[in-house]
């Protein structure tokens, strides 16, 4: 099982990517493809520059790294109560390339955020509109408040958020072994 794993943020310390990494850290290494945003930068979408220019190859690669994948991992950071500017640029070139963006795979859809509603509004716009892009959302979760719930050695240490994250966990792996 391949799995594609990000931070939906271009931020070099990104609390999302570091979520969306301990996520992985559940299953088998080898299988684990982590990626930087920052590595998918391109030209700001538009009508225009798409005829002038065509698909940005790191929008080709970006598809096809999700056609390669069997369970993608994103962790949705929250930038006034949506998409980071990164990621909606990215979303935009590859729904373009391939308006089922997502390609029916499964999805553990993530957020989290320093302030206490962990990213729950991106999380929404998310869970709301990538199912139109042939999004399989098997679970979500949020983290709030991060610098408080996480550590970067331990993970999660609060308690029952620790314990909400596990039983999630165990249903990704329930469901993609049937
Ligand atoms: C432009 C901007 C807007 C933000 N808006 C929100 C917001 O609406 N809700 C929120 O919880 N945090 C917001 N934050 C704080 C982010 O949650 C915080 O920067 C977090 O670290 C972003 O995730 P990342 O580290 O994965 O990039 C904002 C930060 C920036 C820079």
């Given at each position: 099982m391949k799995i594609l794993a990000f931070g939906a943020s271009n931020s070099a310390n990104s609390i999302n990517k570091k979520l969306a990494t301990y996520a992985t850290?559940?299953?088998?290494?080898e299988e684990i493809e982590i990626i930087d945003l920052n590595?998918?930068?391109m030209p700001l979408f538009s009508v225009d520059k798409e005829a002038s220019l065509g698909y940005p190859p790191e929008a080709i690669q970006f598809t096809e790294m999700i056609s390669k994948a069997d369970l993608l991992i994103l962790s949705?950071?929250?930038h006034n109560g949506t998409y980071?500017?990164?990621?909606?640029n990215i979303f935009d070139w590859a729904s373009r390339i391939q308006p089922k963006t997502f390609q029916n795979?499964?999805?553990?859809l993530l957020a989290t955020s320093p302030g206490v509603r962990g990213g729950k509004g991106v999380l929404e716009a998310a869970k709301t509109r990538f199912p139109f892009h042939a999004a399989n959302i098997l679970e979500t979760f949020s983290l709030p408040e991060f610098n408080k719930n996480f550590d970067n050695k331990e993970g999660i240490i609060e308690t029952s958020l620790r314990q909400q994250f596990l039983d999630i966990i165990t249903s990704i792996k329930t469901n993609m072994a049937n």
């Open positions: 850290t559940f299953f088998d290494k590595d998918f930068e949705m950071a929250e980071t500017t990164a990621f909606k795979k499964p999805m553990l």
